[in-house]
């Protein structure tokens, strides 16, 4: 067999390998990730926060339902979940059935545009330039929010979609921030800006996508962490490097995990973008959540496994002593 043959076969033959494991494998292994965040006043017991994000689920996905739905034995204190949970027209029992257990729990939530609206096909690449809001959509089918969000509500959970709430955990008073999604342009800061109440222990900004408009003044108002999805982790990435797209104009650098944000953190007008590292001792945390599926239009993972976090709100350390471990590991 001549040599480039042979160099061809194996090019498509190593395609076709991570094709398999990008679509078939990686996909379907959900993880869970832990993480401490030290947001509250020294002396305060911890609470737990479960993030989930990007459900995506179709009826058929009985095995991601299962997984979100054994999720309710971590017996977080609080729920977040960040949208875009559907997948398909007829999905909205097959959500509240995965939640059902996590229902019993305090919770709040807010919308991604598939939430509002099916998948549909899009240029991969286009990703790769445009970073901003949805363009205008095509004719897509619009799905019935109406009924998950009832769903949701009925049973105790509360939306944030331009809206403020408070809840309490572990004896403290926790107030929320959230808009609908921004990137289809439905946030409404303009509804829900103000500063932090300092009758709260802490303030928590709540948003699917994790545009710097919203994280600035989520910020700016004196939020102490921002939860956020939407980008998937940038979805299919490159091993041992990271994420080439966010799907929105934050940096690869926090497509998913904790990071810290602040005003001025993040590019635009020319300015660079500021690392973890680099973070003020007052700025805020960030997690993004790689989320738990994908859309059916593009049904592949790779080196991005889909997860779900548990997230657990820490004392901060007295002043002027930083926690060396964690910052370190920031980006």
């Given at each position: 067999?001549?040599?480039?043959?042979?160099?061809?076969?194996?090019?498509?033959?190593?395609?076709?390998?991570?094709?398999?494991?990008?679509?078939?494998?990686e996909?379907?292994?959900?993880?869970?990730?832990?993480?401490?965040?030290?947001?509250?006043?020294?002396?305060?017991?911890?609470?737990?926060?479960?993030?989930?994000?990007?459900?995506?689920?179709?009826?058929?996905?009985?095995?991601?339902?299962?997984?979100?739905?054994e999720?309710?034995?971590?017996?977080?204190?609080?729920?977040?979940?960040?949208?875009?949970n559907?997948?398909?027209?007829?999905?909205?029992?097959?959500?509240?059935?995965?939640?059902e257990?996590?229902l019993?729990?305090?919770?709040?939530?807010?919308?991604?545009?598939?939430?509002?609206?099916?998948?549909?096909?899009?240029?991969?690449?286009?990703?790769?330039?445009?970073?901003?809001?949805?363009?205008?959509?095509?004719?897509?089918?619009?799905?019935?929010?109406?009924?998950?969000?009832?769903?949701?509500?009925?049973?105790?959970?509360?939306?944030?979609?331009?809206?403020?709430a408070?809840?309490?955990?572990?004896?403290?008073r926790?107030?929320?921030?959230?808009?609908?999604?921004?990137?289809?342009?439905?946030?409404?800061?303009?509804?829900?800006?103000?500063?932090?109440?300092?009758?709260?222990?802490?303030?928590?900004?709540?948003?699917?996508?994790?545009?710097?408009?919203?994280?600035?003044?989520?910020?700016?108002?004196?939020?102490?962490?921002?939860?956020?999805?939407?980008?998937?982790?940038?979805?299919?990435?490159v091993?041992?490097?990271?994420?080439?797209?966010?799907?929105?104009?934050?940096?690869?650098?926090?497509?998913?995990?904790?990071?810290?944000?602040?005003?001025?953190a993040?590019?635009?007008h020319?300015?660079?973008?500021?690392p973890?590292?680099?973070?003020?001792?007052?700025?805020?945390?960030l997690?993004?959540?790689?989320?738990?599926?994908?859309?059916?239009?593009?049904?592949v993972?790779?080196?991005?496994?889909?997860?779900a976090?548990?997230?657990?709100?820490?004392?901060?350390?007295?002043?002027?002593?930083?926690d060396?471990?964690?910052?370190?590991?920031?980006?």
């Amino acid at each position: 067999m001549h040599v480039v043959t042979k160099a061809a076969l194996g090019t498509v033959g190593a395609g076709l390998g991570v094709l398999g494991w990008a679509s078939l494998v990686e996909r379907n292994a959900f993880r869970l990730r832990r993480v401490s965040v030290p947001v509250l006043p020294p002396g305060s017991p911890p609470v737990r926060v479960l993030h989930i994000s990007d459900l995506h689920l179709l009826p058929r996905q009985r095995w991601r339902a299962k997984w979100v739905k054994e999720l309710a034995s971590l017996d977080p204190d609080l729920v977040v979940d960040t949208g875009d949970n559907l997948a398909s027209y007829d999905a909205v029992p097959a959500v509240l059935d995965a939640f059902e257990w996590l229902l019993d729990r305090r919770g709040v939530f807010v919308l991604g545009s598939n939430d509002y609206f099916g998948p549909s096909l899009k240029n991969p690449l286009r990703y790769l330039w445009h970073r901003g809001p949805a363009p205008e959509r095509a004719p897509s089918t619009r799905l019935p929010v109406e009924s998950l969000v009832s769903g949701l509500t009925d049973r105790g959970w509360v939306e944030l979609t331009n809206r403020r709430a408070s809840l309490q955990a572990q004896g403290m008073r926790i107030d929320f921030v959230g808009v609908d999604d921004p990137h289809l342009r439905y946030d409404r800061l303009d509804l829900v800006r103000g500063p932090a109440s300092p009758e709260a222990t802490l303030t928590i900004g709540v948003t699917h996508a994790p545009y710097q408009r919203v994280l600035d003044t989520f910020v700016a108002d004196g939020a102490g962490l921002v939860i956020a999805g939407h980008t998937h982790g940038g979805q299919v990435c490159v091993p041992w490097y990271g994420a080439l797209v966010t799907n929105c104009d934050i940096d690869p650098g926090r497509v998913k995990g904790l990071s810290r944000w602040w005003v001025g953190a993040g590019h635009g007008h020319g300015a660079p973008v500021a690392p973890s590292s680099a973070a003020p001792d007052d700025a805020a945390w960030l997690h993004v959540s790689a989320g738990l599926g994908t859309s059916p239009a593009a049904p592949v993972r790779l080196a991005c496994r889909p997860e779900a976090t548990l997230l657990t709100l820490v004392a901060r350390q007295p002043s002027g002593e930083a926690d060396s471990e964690l910052v370190g590991r920031l980006r």
